[in-house]
């Protein structure tokens, strides 16, 4: 695959107005921010509360974004930057810009078919998105849809069980397999339970009350889901088909991990000839420990606040994993809202930053046009970003370009 150029038209930069309909549609949505009050509005509060919460105090959530603002910028000017272009290689593969969409689970309850819209969008829009272990649709569905398209794993509790989803993986094409490797525990998500969120999903009277309120939710997305497709279940979480969302055991796939170690990661290895990626790094040692034992990327992150509470912002630890995995594809997520966030994550040495909630936002506003929409204005951001940093290609950025603003000496960043 090396050399391959994943887009046709990059229509996501100049956000091209397919008909009038999607453009009248789109036309108050202005930046990444805007998608959350349209979904919070169209989703029973349970669901928007998956969404948007994260863990205990919410302290690695909030610090995600409070980490950006102690970066600034220092540009360069007068520069010809007429020609510039915010393309990345990975793995081989050359994407349109440095930004992808996150795995994110259940998305085809948040939107009608949520797995489906946010991977068309990313292909036509020439960016990665890693399909989730907790997605309601078939991986070979999603791929044979959306060719590209990467795959994230929980790691199962057997060797036996490992075995037979990478050769599940394997036949399904996919391009990358990524695997999460900081939930070996389930955290405390008790913020769900206020919201009443839970899984197995209950029907109850207060979720009832939910649907009869939100009937866009409940028409378009439940009813249209059941009716033409049936119950959803957990479909990736292992080789085989996983439990109905309604079932008792439908947690099951997704605990019961604390015994698993490095040998783990080994043992996909040795059975995954394709780029295997370890999700969910923040310490440089592990990273560095990853490479030595053959992974071929990371994706610095704590898991957008929803793991340990109190976890280090993914963008403070960025240049520290940079420079102990040297030679290895680092990339990023956590937090990312504005393309001045990825150049950030770009100048400190990350690849691509990964998009997660508002993309899940997005999609169920307005499917794969609210995505592609979603897309095409991060990757606007980026462009007139790059124009104002005085920089034509993304490998000319630096540390140099940033400075850490408690610092009254002027130090540049990492300089």
């Not at 009050?37 to 994260?54: K, N, T």
């Not at 360069?76 to 930004?99: D, H, I, K, M, W």
């Not at 889901?225 to 997704?254: I, Q, Y």
């Amino acid at each position: 695959m090396a050399g391959l150029f994943v887009s046709s038209n990059f229509c996501c930069i100049a956000m091209t107005k397919r008909n009038a309909n999607v453009s009248t549609r789109m036309r108050g949505f202005l930046s990444l921010a805007d998608f959350e009050p349209a979904a919070r509005r169209r989703l029973p509060r349970p669901l928007f509360g998956y969404v948007y919460g994260a863990t205990e105090d919410n302290a690695s959530l909030a610090d995600n974004r409070s980490a950006f603002d102690e970066l600034g910028f220092v540009p360069r000017v007068l520069r010809n930057v007429s020609q510039r272009s915010q393309a990345t290689e990975l793995f081989g593969v050359r994407y349109e810009s440095p930004v992808g969409i996150a795995p994110m689970g259940i998305s085809s309850l948040t939107g009608y078919r949520g797995d489906l819209a946010q991977a068309k969008a990313a292909q036509e829009c020439g960016v990665p998105m890693i399909l989730s272990a907790a997605s309601l649709i078939r991986l070979e569905e999603v791929v044979e849809a959306a060719p590209g398209t990467w795959f994230q794993v929980y790691m199962p509790k057997t060797f036996a069980d490992m075995r037979a989803l990478v050769e599940r993986v394997s036949a399904a094409k996919v391009s990358a397999l990524v695997v999460t490797v900081d939930s070996s525990v389930v955290p405390n998500r008790e913020n769900n339970l206020r919201t009443g969120f839970k899984t197995p999903l209950r029907p109850n009277l207060r979720l009832l009350l939910d649907g009869i309120t939100h009937p866009t939710w409940s028409l378009s997305t439940f009813l249209r889901t059941m009716l033409r497709h049936g119950m959803p279940h957990f479909e990736n979480a292992s080789a085989v088909r996983g439990e109905p969302l309604l079932s008792r055991e439908a947690n099951r796939d997704f605990s019961g991990r604390e015994h698993l170690d490095w040998d783990a990661i080994r043992e996909i290895r040795a059975r995954w000839k394709g780029p295997l990626i370890l999700k969910g790094i923040l310490h440089p040692g592990d990273a560095a420990m990853a490479r030595d034992i053959g992974a071929d990327g990371v994706i610095v992150s704590n898991h957008g606040g929803r793991q340990l509470d109190g976890s280090v912002s993914p963008i403070r630890m960025l240049s520290h994993v940079v420079k102990a995995a040297p030679n290895m594809t680092v990339m990023i997520d956590s937090g990312f809202r504005r393309g001045t966030d990825v150049l950030k994550a770009v100048a400190l040495g990350a690849k691509c930053a990964f998009i997660g909630r508002p993309m899940n936002y997005a999609a169920c506003v307005a499917g794969q046009e609210g995505v592609e929409h979603a897309i095409g204005l991060i990757n606007a951001e980026i462009r007139a970003d790059m124009g104002l940093l005085g920089v034509t290609r993304l490998d000319e950025l630096g540390p140099q370009f940033l400075r850490l603003k408690r610092f009254d000496s002027g130090d540049l960043c990492c300089a």
